[in-house]
């Protein structure tokens, strides 16, 4: 195939400029056939280069009419060296640029989050388990980019660099506690973003402080509000001014013999808090999480059992109602259960055991590249995973498009 004469803005085009870092006496094989062979083998659900390798080879007619393979099917070997030395920051350039069209952050909520490749780790007790920190969008689901690092430790180092890459304009932020730093969030603000970060144990006394804060004024909101509906009840309207401050949502769920209340306040009193540390900072927010595990008898009737209680306090750079509040606090965990849960159960992330040279990150971009394909291609939308890799698999004119002709598009 012919890739000078391919769209501008197509897979195959954009990513067929990285450089190949191999010797070329001796070279058998084109860098971008690598990379296209190995987009079908992963969208086939193939987790490991030696099973992907004796797929493709009984597909090697089609692969070599449609690329032009001289010297056939590369070795698995050859996949994995290729993979492990590849300039992940070239890459990880190019991956941005495919999605330059539907990488426009502003008003959407950017979710930050570090995943763990276990498998990748060297079965010796004094080696860490690397890291990819993984940014999600959440409105469209679509992964915008990674950064390895070597332990969940560094995330404080990583996320600033990871920031640096992306476009984040007009984005609001969420990363976990440990991104609840005052260069991280000096960072977002500068790229011109908002945040809504949890504060834990790593600012342990300014947790203290918001939630003695927030605390006193709910207490004071509530003595204030029965005040003010016995006076309505004799026809005087009282003023409340905690009230009007304090502005709450509550939401409940019920599943498996679990109720669980969340109730989430919002406080643009901040005097509790450094402003000259957190400057950035506008906005409390606080978070009371009730369990209600239901256990029966043996003759059903219900054990009596107190909820768990939980609470977590958040710093908030702009200005928000509570039940906007809710949806980022909540949103932050489609990071976790949509982009996390199919790397590790549809593309077994998780049991990759490559970790020479630059094989982590790079391959972690592939599977980021093949797991925005599934969610951009409008012909599997609603399927699961596993129907979608059936489709790709007895569908490969599908694969073709989506290299070769293919733009992705926010939908």
């Known amino acids: 195939m ?76 050859t996949f994995s060296t290729v993979f492990s030395i590849i300039n992940p920051k070239e890459f990880m350039e190019c991956f941005i640029q495919w999605l330059v069209e539907i990488n ?24 860490r388990v690397p890291i ?26 990583g996320i600033p660099d990871l920031l640096k890459w992306l476009d984040i304009e007009g984005a609001t932020v969420t990363i976990d506690a440990i991104g609840c730093q005052k260069e991280i969030t000096k960072l977002i603000k500068e790229k011109g973003a908002d945040y809504v970060i ?46 009007d401050k304090l502005d709450i949502h509550q939401t409940f769920e019920t599943d498996h013999s679990r109720i669980e209340r969340r109730t989430y306040y919002l406080l643009d009193d901040v005097s ?11 906005m409390l927010g606080m978070v009371v999480r009730e369990r209600q595990q239901i256990h029966r008898n043996e003759d059903g009737s219900i054990i009596e ?12 750079s702009r200005h928000m109602k509570a039940e906007e509040f809710a949806a980022y606090a909540r949103g932050h965990w489609s990071i976790e259960n949509s982009l996390h849960y199919v790397l590790d159960d549809a593309l077994r992330e998780d049991r990759c055991t490559a970790r020479k040279g630059h094989a982590i990150e790079n391959l972690g971009l592939m599977r980021k590249i093949v797991y925005n394909l599934m969610m951009l291609d409008p012909n599997v939308k609603g399927m699961s995973m596993k129907a979608k890799q059936i489709y790709y698999r007895n569908n490969p004119n599908a694969i073709c498009e989506l290299l070769f002709e293919f733009v992705p598009k926010s939908r």
């Open 2 to 77: 012919e890739y000078k004469h391919l769209p501008l803005n197509t897979l195959a085009k954009i990513f067929g400029v990285i450089e190949d870092p191999r010797d070329i006496r001796g070279l058998r094989h084109k860098l971008l056939d690598i990379f296209i062979l190995t987009i079908f083998g992963l969208l086939w659900g193939h987790i490991d280069f030696v099973n992907m390798v004796i797929d493709l080879r009984y597909h090697e007619v089609f692969f070599t009419e449609l690329l032009g393979l001289t010297n056939g099917i590369p070795s698995h070997d």
């Open 104 to 127: 426009n952050t502003k008003g959407l909520h950017l979710a930050i989050d570090g995943k763990a490749v276990r498998a990748a780790c060297e079965k010796v007790y004094s080696k």
């Open 132 to 157: 990819l920190v993984n940014t999600l969008l959440v409105e469209t689901g679509i992964c915008i980019g990674q950064l390895k690092i070597a332990d969940k430790t560094n995330e404080i180092k």
């Open 198 to 243: 949890p504060v834990k144990d790593n600012q342990r006394i300014m947790h203290q402080d918001i939630c003695l804060h927030m605390e006193t004024l709910i207490a004071e909101q509530q003595f204030e509000s029965e005040l003010a509906r016995e006076y309505e009840a004799k026809g005087i309207k009282l003023a409340t001014p905690i009230s």
């Open 272 to 282: 509790c808090i450094d402003k000259i540390e957190w400057s950035s900072v506008v």
């Open 305 to 316: 059992e107190e909820p768990s209680v939980e609470t977590e306090t958040y710093v908030i």
